[in-house]
């Protein structure tokens, strides 16, 4: 995000440094070298920014004058990094002479890789995109298994997802302390009716008929579609690709396998199994 910071809106400003970091960028406009570090610095930051907003101020706004003299700012460009309403660090012209540093210095002041991660995901889930926020929930757990938001959250997309034994996995393994929160309780809560509509008995007679005819690719066909809306998609995908291991042209298993495949964007599983399916046609 990016704003003017003047004196009418500088305490918004540093108010809204509770919420992401703020850099206050003071310059003169009157700088040849200010003009020109500006637009690297937007360039940098963009305007979509979720952690950071680049406040762009010119140090003869008044309000501007006394913060430089406040933080002890005695050369420009510089900038003055903001959280929580304080200045927590001073960038000041030295670290600004070389413009391929900056997007660099930028970066230094986003949060971990984890955090940036949950945060698309969040987003990815607002949008409906739930199979590509599990593929970023994921990595984060990867990453950060012992951060309660992350488990929960990763938990709450598995459960969405239909991959219930995973959503399980994630909080038999909850610290016992968070499984004492509300969060912890509605989340087995939805665990618990989402396996329960799982237990669908169509499904369970077309297995029974499966495993009587496994040489029936109509019942294969049909057992793969319902598994992978009962959320076994990897069961029926795996199940699929035996099938066509021994023949690639065997009734329609390679419809169902690519029509199941074309549900999952942004699963982890989708480029599994297409690479699967890859090898052996080509």
Known sequence: ???????SNIRDIIQKSAEKTVLLYVFDPQDPKSQALTQTLENAVGQNNDFIMLAEADVQDPAIYSICAQVGISSLPAICVLKEGRPVDLVLSDRLANPEAVPGLIASFLPAKEKILLSEAVKLEEAGN??????????????????????????????????????????????????????FKDLMAALTLAEKNLENPETKILENRHHENPDDLSIAEQLATAWSQ??????ALQMLLDYLKKDLNAGNIKKVYLDILSTLNGDPLQA??????????Y
């Open 230 to 235: 009962d959320g076994k998609t990897e069961q």
């Open 1 to 7: 995000m990016i704003e003017t910071a003047n004196q």
């Open 130 to 183: 739930n199979h590509e926020a599990y593929a970023k929930l994921q990595e984060a757990f990867e990453i950060a298994p012992k951060d309660t938001n992350i488990r929960f959250g990763f938990a709450n997309i598995a459960i969405k997802t239909k991959k219930l034994e995973k959503a399980r996995e994630l909080l038999a393994a909850a610290d016992p302390a968070d499984q004492q929160s509300q969060i």
């Open 272 to 281: 599994k199994y297409r690479r699967a399916i890859y090898s052996l046609m």
